[in-house]
């Protein structure tokens, strides 16, 4: 393999609710109610009655109205906790010449403020961005083109920009937000899978269940 693109939520990540329902719960909203704006702004995305970015138009003004500020979002993201051999597993991929990529449906500001220093070895990082005014408050969501089937779209634009035959790309993912990335013709790894069917070999090359320990994919990519 050349080329290595990670999801982030439940693939480099132990285990959590995703970052825009954690928002939402600390914001006091009630994520269980059918006609409530996490539900009805899902659904209506889910039903095609919305664009991404009017998703992500939606979602700011639930979070602006309760005042999300910077601070909420660190103390949310202090709560994500790396897979154990995740030092490990990043070192040997890159000691072997192989380039990293992140493509998530999380914030930029979240991947990067977990990862901290180790968000050097990934070349880049693809995930929706959220914009703060100077008073730390959040102004605006600039939602990715990369979830859902851009995550083929990412890999298909990578591969025709680098000249990489997509056979020699991996992608890893746990969700049903990662079940487009096949498209672009790349192997695919699914860790603890979540909401995806995993036994559909068109869609997964293969699946590692209950991966504990990061360093168990490294016998699937070299």
């Known amino acids: 393999m050349k080329t290595v693109v990670f999801d982030f939520d439940g ?3 132990v285990k959590s609710s995703d970052i825009w329902k954690s928002i939402f719960i600390e914001l006091g909203y009630d994520v269980k109610d ?11 995305f889910f039903n095609n009655k919305i664009t991404y970015q ?5 979602t700011c003004k639930s ?3 309760k005042k999300f500020s910077k601070q909420i979002l660190y103390k ?3 709560k994500i906790k790396l897979l154990n051999g995740f030092d490990k597993t990043i070192k040997t991929l890159v000691d072997n010449n192989i380039e990293l990529h992140i493509v998530s449906g999380n914030f930029v500001e979240v991947i990067k403020y977990v990862l901290g220093d180790k968000a050097k070895y990934f070349k880049t990082i693809n995930a929706s961005r959220m914009v703060f005014d100077d008073n730390d408050l959040l102004t605006k969501i600039v939602g990715t083109e990369y979830d859902f089937d851009g995550k083929a779209k990412f890999i298909t ?8 035959n ?3 790309v991996c992608f890893v993912g746990n969700g049903d937000n ?6 672009a013709g790349c192997k695919t790894i699914c860790v603890n899978p979540e909401n995806t069917d995993h036994t559909n070999l068109k869609v997964w090359n293969k699946t590692l269940h209950c991966l504990k320990n990061l360093e168990d994919i490294l016998p699937e990519i070299l």
């Open 54 to 58: 009017e998703w992500c138009d939606q």
């Open 11 to 13: 693939t480099l990540t």
């Open 63 to 65: 979070y602006t109205d």
């Open 157 to 164: 634009e990578y591969c025709q920009k680098n000249k990489v």
């Open 166 to 168: 997509p056979s020699e």
């Open 34 to 44: 059918e006609s409530g704006d996490y539900k009805m702004q899902m659904k209506d």
């Open 76 to 78: 949310l993201a202090d």
């Open 178 to 183: 990662d079940e487009w990335a096949y498209e």
